[in-house]
Structure formats: C-alpha cells, structure tokens
C-alpha cells in the first residue's frame, strides 16, 4: 500500500537529501530526484512552503524539524527544494520564504 501524498514526498525527500555524504556520492541528477518531484508538486506549494517555514507537515516525528538539533539535515532537504523553486514553488509564495531567514 503506498502512503498518503504528504507522507511519501516528506519521507522520499527524508532518505534522498538528508545525508552530506549521500550527496557527494551522487554527484549530479539521480533518478530518483524525479520521483521525487513528482511526489513534491503532488502535495503542492502550500505544503513545501509550511515545511521551509519548520512547521510539521507530517505526523512521522522523524519528520520535525522544529527543534535547532536537526539543523543540518534540514538545511539539506530545504537545499533540494529551493533548487527546484521554479517547479515547486509559486512567485506569491516568495514574501512567505523570505520571512523564513528572519531571525525570531
């Protein structure tokens, strides 16, 4: 049984950008990262946005990202997202995004 849309994008973005090393590996486009597009633009733009804002989008804990401990794989997943801004993300959702960098 496949999960819902929310948890697939969530946990496929978890286990392909989350790792540094994971990364270096790769080098340049996987196949997966498609997958995984599809997968993004399927829960839509409202959804990445709350997910780059450290809201929890998900009930997987694993998938919180509200604490500062995490911040380093966070930061690699939000990487991913913002590289494929144009496919993911909407021109209105750009005020939304730069309330992000803000410091509380």
């Not at 597009?37 to 989008?57: E, N, S």
């Amino acid at each position: 049984m496949r999960p819902p849309p929310l948890e697939r994008a969530s946990t496929l973005l978890y286990v392909l950008h989350s790792d540094w090393n994971g990364l270096h590996d790769r080098g340049g486009n996987y196949p997966a990262d498609a997958n995984l597009l599809a997968a993004l633009q399927a829960i839509g733009p409202d959804a990445i946005v709350q997910f780059l804002q450290h809201k929890r989008i998900t009930e997987d804990p694993d998938l919180w990202f509200d604490d500062k401990q995490r911040t380093m794989r966070f930061s690699l997943m939000a990487r991913f997202v913002l590289q494929h801004a144009t496919e993911l993300l909407r021109p209105q959702d750009a005020p939304r995004l730069l309330e992000c960098g803000k410091d509380p």
